[in-house]
């Protein structure tokens, strides 16, 4: 079980060739039958050499069974659930700032289980996803846009410096209908829901705890 961390990668880090998983901020091996990953804040800035090409691995899971809640991932890397056959995903506020990956989330392996409330945001070239899954899809925001206009079509607080609250108004706020069934607070320590319905990413509005802050 991994809650309430902080993983970081500093800047130009760099990786001889190698498995997958080097480089990553978070690598969970597939010994590990079953991981609860909520909570979490992880900024990854490393780039690491995969045979001839230079890639950015922010978070890696084998586990066979991933359950995925109230995390931030904010990153220039991509994120993998590689060997993964159950995934439990709600949510989570999923940042991509690098126009050099194909994609940010992997998910090509999935067929059971739920992707539900989360944010994925990519800057325009990239795509959200790689592949198809059969995962159990409600209340997602998936996008490929101008990195410039994240602030003003989704109302966060300040996507510049990292902060992902949404603000009065904001189109995430009271947009689903219920969490991961044992969870009763955001990223923060609020509870949640805080009006009668939940909102989309980690943060959820309204509530008096302030966000912890990123490394950079």
């Known amino acids: ?74 990153s220039t890397g991509f994120m993998a659930f590689d060997n993964t056959t159950y995934l439990e995903a709600w949510n989570n506020t999923i940042i991509s700032h690098a126009s050099s990956n194909e994609y940010l989330v992997n998910t090509a392996k999935m067929n059971n289980g739920s992707w539900n409330n989360n944010i994925v945001l990519v800057p325009i070239g990239v795509s959200p996803f790689n592949g198809t899954n059969t995962l159990t899809k409600s209340n997602n925001i998936n996008e490929s846009s101008a990195y410039a206009g994240w602030n003003a079509t989704y109302g966060f607080t300040s996507s510049l410096t990292g902060d992902y609250t949404p603000l009065s108004g904001s189109s995430l706020i009271d947009q689903a209908a219920s969490t991961y069934g044992r969870l009763s607070e955001d990223i923060k320590g609020d509870a949640v829901p805080y009006n009668a319905l939940y909102d989309i990413g980690a943060y959820e509005y309204g509530g008096t705890s302030s966000p912890p802050a990123y490394v950079s």
């Open 1 to 74: 079980t991994f809650r309430y961390n902080t993983f970081y990668t500093p800047k130009e880090t760099t990786k001889p060739t190698g498995n997958g998983s080097a480089g990553s901020a978070v690598a969970v091996y597939s010994y590990i039958d079953k991981t609860f990953f909520e909570y979490n804040k992880t900024s990854c800035r490393g780039v690491w050499q995969f045979g001839a090409e230079a890639v950015t691995p922010a978070m890696f899971f084998q586990s066979d069974t991933v359950i995925f809640n109230y995390n931030v991932l904010d």
